[in-house]
């Protein structure tokens, strides 16, 4: 069974997210910001980490950069519902740093399973 981290300041979306997976048949596994996120990835195998952007403690773009640089062939998706009263769209920099695919908030569950069981296979 391949096992996912979900990280996500948003409880209501970081659920939604885990149990679209587990209704799909991965194991799980979640973190509330990037911080709590590089503990639960130095302590476990994951396939694939799936990351929001915009979080308190560490953001998701120092986030997917420091996976990088320590496991440089980890799959990560990024999540960004855009800045909190701004415009800024931190998606294409989420790219840049590594991540293999890039979703907007709402994400389409059809859409994002398919992203998902293309990168873990």
Request: charged share 25%; aromatic share 6%.
């Amino acid at each position: 069974m391949k096992t996912i981290l979900v990280v996500d300041d948003d409880d209501m979306f970081r659920n939604m997210l885990s149990e679209t997976l587990r209704g799909a048949g991965y194991n799980v596994l979640e973190a509330e910001n990037g911080k709590i996120a590089m503990r639960v990835i130095l302590g476990s195998a994951l396939d694939l980490v799936v990351t929001d952007l915009i979080m308190p403690e560490q953001e998701g773009i120092e986030t997917i950069k420091e996976i990088k640089r320590i496991y440089p062939d980890m799959k990560i998706i990024a999540v960004s519902g855009g800045m909190r009263g701004g415009t800024m769209d931190f998606l294409p920099i989420a790219e840049y740093m590594g991540a293999a695919r890039v979703f907007r908030k709402p994400v389409d569950r059809k859409t994002f399973l398919s992203a998902v069981s293309e990168l873990v296979g």
